[in-house]
T-cell receptor, first 118, second 115 residues
Framework: EAGVTQFPSHSVIEKGQTVTLRCDPI?????LYWYRRVMGKEIKFLLH????????ESGMPNNRFLAERTGGTYSTLKVQPAELEDSGVYFC????????????????FGPGTRLTVT | AQSVTQPDIHITVSEGASLELRCNYS??????LFWYVQSPGQGLQLLLK??????LVQGIKGFEAEFKRSQSSFNLRKPSVHWSDAAEYFC?????????????FGKGTTLSVSS
């Protein structure tokens, strides 16, 4: 079974440019999460999809970030325009459908996309 | 606010020696607790998790962790470290009474293994 995949593995862009990150979750996983790790800091939650719907986007830093999950399969995270502080590693994770009242579904993580904004 | 603290940024252990990585959490109620490991070029891999019950949890790769409610801790241990254990380790927590919530991570501990 293929794991969570992310593309690209590394992206270097200039300030003001646009970048789109892609995440392909494990097949059949309804839940998809985006996280980000800025250098020297902890991994922080950005948002959570359940199928194609945004369940929680409380971690999105500002309106320069746009996440989509059309059709409930893969997801994209667009940064437009990119700023220096957006540099970091962006992780995607997926998990199976939640059992009622329980949050104990393991989140499977991809290798991350390292974004460098210069 | 909910938080997870890993006090040690970097630890070096000799191969064959024992290992303990510290993790403390601050939550209103006991959360679900996790340890992940990230090797270079790889995604985060779940080592073990605690939901309830037995406070000593066994994981993969010979790791275990002990939940101590009185200390709000969930320390990771391994009796004998191998060179392949060199990686970055993350402690994480999740609200236990709500499905599908995000993980809150500590800052990570980098483990180096010396020969």
């Amino acid at each position: 079974e293929a794991g969570v995949t992310q593309f690209p593995s590394h992206s270097v862009i200039e300030k003001g440019q646009t970048v789109t990150l892609r995440c392909d979750p494990i097949s059949g996983h309804d839940n998809l999460y985006w996280y980000r790790r800025v250098m020297g800091k902890e991994i922080k939650f950005l948002l959570h999809f359940v199928k194609e719907s945004k369940q929680d986007e409380s971690g999105m830093p500002n309106n320069r970030f746009l996440a989509e999950r059309t059709g409930g399969t893969y997801s994209t995270l667009k940064v437009q325009p990119a700023e220096l502080e957006d540099s970091g590693v962006y992780f995607c994770a997926s998990s199976q459908e939640e059992a009622q009242g329980r949050g104990d579904r393991e989140q499977y993580f991809g290798p991350g996309t390292r974004l460098t904004v210069t | 606010a909910q938080s997870v603290t890993q006090p040690d940024i970097h630890i070096t252990v000799s191969e064959g020696a024992s290992l303990e990585l510290r993790c403390n959490y601050s939550y209103g109620a006991t959360p679900y607790l996790f340890w992940y490991v990230q090797s270079p070029g790889q995604g985060l891999q779940l080592l073990l998790k605690y939901f309830s019950g037995d406070t000593l949890v066994q994981g993969i790769k010979g790791f275990e962790a002990e939940f101590k409610r009185s200390q709000s801790s969930f320390n990771l241990r391994k009796p004998s470290v191998h060179w392949s254990d060199a990686a970055e380790y993350f402690c994480a927590a999740q609200t236990s009474n709500q499905a599908g919530t995000a993980l809150i991570f500590g800052k990570g501990t980098t483990l180096s293994v010396s020969s």
